[in-house]
T-cell receptor, first 113, second 111 residues
Framework: DAGVTQSPTHLIKTRGQQVTLRCSPI?????VSWYQQVLGQGPQFIFQ???????GRGNFPDRFSARQFPNYSSELNVNALLLGDSALYLC????????????FGQGTRLTVV | QQQVKQSPQSLIVQKGGISIINCAYE??????FPWYQQFPGKGPALLIA?????SEKKEGRFTISFNKSAKQFSLHIMDSQPGDSATYFC??????????FGPGTRLSVLP
């Protein structure tokens, strides 16, 4: 079985641009979450989706948005990029419920110049 | 109250030694506590997880100890190997919702 796949793996963008990151969850997993990991820190929660509905949102500005598609894949969009948005963006997939395991993809390394 | 504290920030252990990483939380609604291992350039990989109704869980060389009254939990890596050198994150979640991660511990196991 394929794990969580994210694309692209690396991305370089200019300040002010917009970016879209993509995630395909493990087959059978209906919940997808997005995290931002700045170098040297732990992942910070951005969004959680389940059955195409937003189930949670972290403390991030409205420049960040996401959606989940009928096949449970997901996109994370970031508008008006800032230098501080440079980070590893991680997608995690899981079943839904208490203490279900979450599996992370390899991440998308976004560099804003 | 959502914060998870983790220590030490970095740890150096000799091959064959025991690595111990500690975490503490405040939110009593947390009911699931996983540990993740992350190698450079990779996503975090689930190592082992525990629920608060269990005081200890062991999987191979990895053991979680959980103290509900103290709101603390720890990861013990027995017989540490150079291949264990990575960054370790503790995390906590409530009712299947998002994880709150600790800041991470960089472990180096010397050959």
């Amino acid at each position: 079985d394929a794990g969580v796949t994210q694309s692209p793996t690396h991305l370089i963008k200019t300040r002010g641009q917009q970016v879209t990151l993509r995630c395909s969850p493990i087959s059978g997993h209906k919940s997808v979450s997005w995290y931002q990991q700045v170098l040297g820190q732990g992942p910070q929660f951005i969004f959680q989706y389940y059955e195409k509905e937003e189930r949670g949102r972290g403390n991030f500005p409205d420049r960040f948005s996401a959606r989940q598609f009928p096949n449970y894949s997901s996109e994370l969009n970031v508008n008006a990029l800032l230098l501080g948005d440079s980070a590893l963006y991680l997608c995690a997939s899981s079943l839904w419920g208490v203490d279900t395991e979450a599996f992370f993809g390899q991440g998308t390394r976004l560099t804003v110049v | 109250q959502q914060q998870v504290k983790q220590s030490p920030q970095s740890l150096i252990v000799q091959k064959g030694g025991i690595s111990i990483i500690n975490c503490a939380y405040e939110n009593t609604a947390f009911d699931y506590f996983p540990w993740y291992q992350q190698f450079p350039g990779k996503g975090p990989a689930l190592l082992i997880a525990i629920r608060p109704d269990v005081s200890e869980k062991k999987e191979g060389r990895f053991t979680i100890s959980f103290n509900k009254s103290a709101k603390q939990f720890s990861l013990h890596i027995m017989d540490s190997q150079p291949g264990d050198s990575a960054t370790y994150f503790c995390a906590a979640s409530s009712y299947g919702q998002n994880f709150v991660f600790g800041p991470g511990t960089r472990l180096s196991v010397l050959p």
